[in-house]
């Protein structure tokens, strides 16, 4: 089901920096303290806008992107069926593993004492699902096609979901949450039963149609990926990088004035808004640590990098446990940790970012114990 094996030196320290810190943000935003209201940025927004946490998920889906461009040279030369062998594998056991993650702790106390979960409350889509559901077309998509040929679908499918949008769902409301083209969908397909049931009305952020322009996140990082090789460490590539990230940045912000930023509806300008502040924290990562050499804080952000599925997986786990461990007084173990330690000490926002700040350290001593012992799952 994994491979655990020995892991070479990547070729670009910042990469794996980079991947390491968007896994250090996904714990930090998905598990912050109880007890007081936690600081605006580290909250997603409430529908359209943008936040510091709205930019975590699609970054990783960036770093996917630049990992499958140093592997799909090996898959390219590779049979066919080989490569769908491989593929349909990956894909199968992360969503299978998301889906799994959703349906645990598997039973539940009833009226009678414990009892299976119910299948029809398990919510179907999710972020592994859509990582898998994405990292499934990404790879289809460079198996077959050159890069143009890439860009040009990418384009044609972000300019499609706009249309989609405001042809499919309810007239004048087509980009409210209820409304909208996607909601609908996952309501014919997937039922009320499997959609997330935490925000204000049953809605799913990683729903069925929106995955497509998530997609173009791993795009974004492939191409970005097979530049960085070409160009290696130089200023020219810095450069290019940096310029086509601004160019992004302010072709999604012209967007926006028509077709609103959004990560719950993952919009079109939210997608190239994102890879764009991908691209520009890449020329600096790259500049930093590999022209200048700076190595302060690096270690602790490839920890995370080594092994971010498996540590991501440990985190949602984890935080689900605590969150179903009753200690008393109607709080479980999160909470009482969070409200009774940390909020006697730091009241307010900044106890409840400690709480996530120690839950984060936590789940990074794990990813230490398993780069101590030399421990790296490739799901």
């Known amino acids: ?18 991947r390491g810190l968007t896994i250090c943000l996904m714990i930090l935003v998905n598990s912050p303290g109880t007890g007081a209201e936690i600081y ?9 806008g943008f936040t510091l946490a709205d930019l975590v998920f699609p970054s990783f889906l960036f770093a996917m992107g630049n990992a499958m461009s140093f592997s799909m040279g090996r898959l390219r030369s590779a049979p066919s069926n080989e490569f769908w062998k491989k593929v349909l594998k990956r894909t199968t056991l992360i969503f ?14 009833g009226a009678e004492g414990w009892e299976l979960k119910p299948f029809s409350e398990t919510r179907i889509m999710g972020v592994l699902q859509r990582i898998a559901l994405c990292y499934f077309i990404a790879a289809v998509l460079f198996y077959y096609l050159s890069e143009k040929k890439v860009l040009i679908i990418s384009a044609i499918i972000l300019l499609g979901y706009w249309a989609i949008l405001y042809a499919f769902g309810v007239p004048g409301q087509e980009l409210a ?10 309501f014919h397909v997937l039922g009320d039963g499997h959609i997330y049931k935490g925000d204000a009305i049953p809605f799913d952020p ?9 997609v173009i996140n791993v795009v974004g990082g492939f191409l970005a990926g097979t530049f960085i090789q070409r160009k290696g460490k130089s200023f020219e590539g810095i450069a290019k990088l940096m310029i086509a990230g601004g160019l992004l940045t ?18 079109s300008p939210f997608s190239l808004y994102t890879i764009g502040i991908d691209l520009l924290v890449m020329g600096a990562l790259i500049y930093f640590i590999e022209m200048k050499k700076q190595r302060f804080g690096i ?50 926002s900044f ?23 030399r421990i790296y799952i490739r799901l």
């Open 1 to 18: 089901m994994k491979d655990v094996k020995i892991q070479k030196p990547d070729r670009f320290l910042s990469l794996d920096v980079f």
């Open 40 to 48: 605006p940025y580290l909250a997603h927004a409430q529908w359209f």
């Open 96 to 109: 299978l593993l998301g889906f799994l993650m959703y349906w645990f702790p598997f039973f539940q106390q």
């Open 177 to 186: 949450m209820a409304t909208n083209a996607g909601t609908l969908l996952d």
């Open 206 to 214: 990683e729903g069925i149609l929106s995955t497509l322009p998530a």
């Open 250 to 267: 302010v072709l999604a912000l012209w967007w926006d004035l028509i077709f609103p930023i959004g990560k719950k509806l993952w919009t």
């Open 299 to 348: 270690r602790f952000f490839t920890i995370f990098g080594k092994n971010p599925l498996v540590i991501y997986l440990f985190s949602e786990l984890f935080y689900i446990s605590l969150r179903t461990i009753q200690v008393g007084n109607g709080k479980d173990a999160f909470e009482w940790v969070s409200e009774v330690i940390f909020q006697s000490i730091f009241p307010g």
């Open 351 to 373: 106890g409840a970012f400690i709480t996530g700040i120690v839950f984060m350290l936590v789940c990074w001593a794990l990813g230490w114990w398993m780069d101590k012992n």
